[in-house]
């Protein structure tokens, strides 16, 4: 198996064993084959949550076998690196598990990067090939936080393709967390970014682009913040989850013919103006999380509106589910099924790019480097 992924390439490895569906002129080249999979694999998963905000979730190999089965051919796979603490002073013997449930503090969970390493390494090779494992348990307000990234990488070998997904604004949540508050402009996250570039981690960064109930008319809070941070770091890849959208974050209302129209643009306008930016040729945005699917086909415009620019744009989204400890096949499809709408309207090539070949471009480039990352610097 390994001589025939360095001869054909990872992804068309990959696809030829488990998405045989998707490209059957690929598959078809190939003999002899293995059997052909009884349904098509609808998309790679680029935004999933193995474990919740108390660290408990699926087992990673009933993840690959029963929850992705033959309809998700690859996934990321990460826990969440905040922990919710039970604190029996605020909410006495109910135990939370989200972080809505409580007041008490978040605090960063490091051991959720060895939990996730560890189910890695208990798979089977043909397991392991589906799979991206991420590195999300470091502070990133924190000087040291890249030592722990490098650390992880020592210590696990041949595991983990990324870093995320991480977090630096998020509604509701960067207030909880215990220590100092996670920003755009700490030099803390400009060595992560830096050490992710040198390495070749794909990185998966969760920043609202706004504050929560942000007033009508004015630029997104952090949209300069995060454009500049982008900018910085030009040799990493970098992408930006749920294209910089929360729960209540929600995609700015442009009035065409106001004059508020010339300082607010739409939401798509921004992003249009990122992805046409050649300073930005390094950033993507996951479409991931329902709350965005609910936007994305929220009106008839907005569902011609995001298919148009998915169609215009193919090569810099990826889907992804945002799923968080899913208990079966069906939770993990909701997502992918909340697009139908606009999965219809677009182009047979923009759909394949979306829904998989990016994430093949962007994981496996990530992966050829990461590996020869540490063969040069893993003794
Ligand atoms: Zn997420």
Redesign the pocket.
């Known amino acids: 198996m390994l001589e025939r992924i360095k001869r054909q390439g990872l992804a068309v490895a990959i696809m030829s064993v488990v998405c045989a569906a998707v490209i059957p002129s690929v598959a078809l080249a190939r003999k002899p084959q293995p059997p052909a999979p009884a349904t098509s694999c609808l998309f790679h998963d680029a935004?999933f949550?193995l474990t919740n905000y108390v660290q408990k979730g699926t087992d990673m190999g009933k993840y690959v076998d029963e929850i992705m089965g033959d309809k998700v051919c690859r996934s990321t796979v990460f826990g969440i690196p905040l922990q919710q603490t039970w604190s029996y002073g605020n909410s006495g013997d109910f135990a939370p598990t989200y972080y809505l449930q409580s007041d008490a503090p978040l605090y960063y969970y490091s051991f959720t990067d060895a939990w996730i390493a560890s189910q890695y390494l208990k798979l089977k090779p043909e397991q392991r090939q589906r799979l991206d494992p991420m590195i999300t348990g470091f502070n990133p307000a924190d000087m040291y936080a890249v030592d722990h990234i490098r650390r992880v990488l020592e210590t696990y070998p041949g595991v983990f393709t990324g870093i995320g997904?991480f977090t630096i604004h998020k509604e509701f949540v960067s207030a909880k967390i215990a220590g100092e508050i996670a920003s755009l402009t700490n030099p803390a996250l400009d060595r992560i970014l830096d050490f992710a570039g040198e390495v070749g981690l794909a990185v998966i960064l969760?920043s609202d682009i706004d504050m929560p109930f942000a007033k009508a008319g004015a630029e997104p809070v952090f949209l300069k913040q995060m454009k500049d941070l982008l900018r910085r770091h030009p040799q990493t890849t970098i992408i930006w989850?749920h294209l910089g959208l929360g729960r209540v974050v929600h995609p700015v209302q442009g009035q065409a013919t106001s004059d508020a129209a010339e300082r607010n643009p739409a939401y798509r306008e921004l992003v249009e103006a990122m992805v046409n930016d050649p300073t930005l040729s390094h950033v993507y945005f996951d479409i991931?999380?329902d709350e965005v699917a609910k936007y994305a086909v929220s009106s008839p415009e907005s569902i011609e509106n995001t298919a148009a620019m998915l169609n215009k744009y193919p090569e810099r989204f990826l889907f992804g589910t945002?799923n968080?400890a899913p208990a079966d096949q069906t939770a993990q499809l909701r997502v992918y099924d909340m697009w139908a709408p606009i999965w219809s309207r677009l182009t047979p090539e923009a759909s394949l790019k979306v829904r998989t070949g990016n994430y093949e471009r962007v994981f496996d480039a990530a992966r050829v480097r990461v590996r020869a990352w540490e063969k040069a610097n893993v003794k």
């Open positions: 935004h949550h997904e969760h989850a991931s999380w945002d968080v």
